[in-house]
């Protein structure tokens, strides 16, 4: 069986940092990229960061360029997300996804239609 774990959600004030940490098992992602998404209340889940096979291209919002950092340790076959300045607007659920593809090539790093395995989400509150 498939899981993806996020870990390191919580509350902190505007301004603030937060780690979040995602662990795969049952399966190893290493040649897949994966990424993060975000759903807060009352609205549709949006892309935050993604990383492809290696580390070596990354992907980011628009709203989170320059204080988001994503990361993957394949060894461990985990990704993490790095959150510095956090503010208010950025309080929603993040989930950590995988995608599954034959070609890992051919899957849109920001779409979340190429990703085939979802976490079950972490909260992130910011408060102002």
């Known amino acids: 069986q498939v899981q993806l774990v996020e870990s390191g959600g919580g509350l902190v004030q505007a301004g603030g940092s937060l780690s979040l940490a995602c662990t795969a098992a049952g399966r190893t992602f290493v040649t897949q990229t994966m990424g993060w998404f975000r759903q807060a209340p009352g609205k549709e889940r949006e892309f935050v960061a993604a990383v492809n096979w290696n580390g070596g291209r990354l992907y980011y919002a628009d709203a989170v360029k320059g204080r988001f950092t994503a990361s993957r340790d394949n060894a461990k076959n985990t990704l993490n997300l790095q959150m510095n300045d956090l503010k208010p607007e950025d309080t929603a659920v993040y989930y950590c996804?995988?995608?599954?593809?034959?070609?890992?090539?051919?899957?849109?790093?920001?779409?979340?239609?190429?990703?085939?395995?979802w976490g079950q989400g972490t909260q992130v509150t910011v408060s102002s």
């Open positions: 996804a995988a995608q599954w593809r034959e070609d890992p090539t051919t899957g849109q790093p920001m779409n979340s239609d190429s990703y085939t395995y």
